[in-house]
């Protein structure tokens, strides 16, 4: 298993529990609006990672194999991103627009916590 892919497993990890907390707070707090919409800003964004993942690993293919790649896509993403705010201003009863947005920066907000945390493990291994 190389390393991008233990990484993109441990980031899969962080984020189901990150959506268990908010299918936990939806339950337990009157919120619902607000934890609905971060479960699903958080579906979304986790859809995104897969995108992700899978458009690297084709580009890592291509380029052992010598091949052209056309697109990383940026556009389908965003467009993901796009119709998830679309349907929460849609449905403003059931989501908290708020909320969406910051349930897609989730996986980010894990990469970055994670990039963090990672770097200063390995400096200290240094030491």
């Known amino acids: 298993m190389t390393e991008y892919t233990m990484t993109f497993r441990r980031y899969i990890k962080y ?7 908010f299918v936990l707070g939806y ?15 958080t579906l979304f964004s986790l859809y995104n990672l897969w995108s ?3 458009k690297i690993e084709r580009l890592g293919q291509a380029i052992t194999t010598k091949q052209k790649v056309k697109t990383m896509g940026s556009l389908s993403r965003l467009l993901m ?12 009863h059931l989501f908290n627009l708020l909320s969406v947005v ?9 990469m970055l916590i994670d990039s963090l945390s990672q770097t200063i493990r390995i400096s200290k291994e240094k030491r």
């Open 15 to 21: 984020t189901i529990f990150m959506l268990s907390f």
């Open 27 to 41: 339950g337990v707090t009157s919120y619902k609006s607000i934890f609905l919409g971060l479960t699903f800003g």
């Open 52 to 54: 992700m993942y899978s």
């Open 81 to 92: 991103g796009g119709l998830a705010v679309l349907i929460a201003m849609r449905y403003p």
């Open 102 to 110: 910051i349930g897609l920066m989730t996986i980010y907000i894990i």
